[in-house]
C-alpha cells in the first residue's frame, strides 16, 4: 500500500481517510439499525466504538488487506458513509467490496457513486481480478445497486457468517474486470 491516503474524487464526493475527528459523523449513521442492520453488527452506541471502527480501516490498510474510504459530500466535507475493499488476496488478485450510508442521503445515487470509483480504483491501483460482495437476501437495495454496477450473482452461501447471535446466509456477488466496460 502506498504511504499516502489516497483521495478518490468524483462528480459529488470527495472519498478520503476517516479520522477521528470524523467520529461524531459517523456515530450519526452507525447509531441507525436501518443502516448497520445488514452489516451483521449491532447499532453503535459510543464514540469509543467508532474510534475502533476507524482503527479496523487503519489496521486492514497497514496489513495490506483492505482500505476503507470515508464518503463526504464536496461543499461540506462531513462523512456520510464509507465505502472500500476488505478481505483482499493479492495473490489472488480479488477482494471483497463493502460500504454504508447514512439514510439521509438514500437514494440519491450517492452509494453508487462511491462504489463505482472504488471499484476503478481497485482495478488500477491494485490490480483486481474479481472483486466480490456479500449481501444478506434480504437487502434488496443493495443487490440492486451492486447489480446496477454490473455484478453478477453467482448464488447463495448458507449459515456463511455468525453475527450478532445468529447464523447468516449471504448471496456471492461478482465483478470480474472483463466485465466493466470502461475501466
Known sequence: MENKFP????KRLILREATKADAGDMLDYL???????????EPFQTVDEVWEEIGW???????????????TM????????????????PKHFRAEVG????????GKGIAGEALEAVVRYGYHHFQLERIEALIEPANIPSQRLVEKQ???????????????GKFDDLLMY???KKD????
Open 7 to 10: 483521495v478518490i474524487e468524483t
Open 31 to 41: 447509531t441507525d439499525i436501518e443502516v448497520v442492520k445488514h452489516m451483521g453488527l
Open 57 to 71: 480501516y487503519q489496521s486492514i490498510r497497514k496489513e495490506g488487506t483492505g482500505i476503507r474510504w470515508g464518503i
Open 74 to 89: 464536496k461543499d461540506n466535507g462531513k462523512v456520510i458513509g464509507s465505502c472500500g475493499f476488505f478481505n483482499r488476496a
Open 99 to 106: 460500504y454504508e450510508l447514512n439514510q439521509a442521503h438514500w
Open 150 to 164: 454490473g455484478f453478477k450473482r453467482e448464488g447463495l452461501l448458507r449459515h456463511y457468517e455468525y453475527t450478532c
Open 174 to 176: 461478482s465483478l470480474i
Open 180 to 183: 466493466l466496460k470502461i475501466i
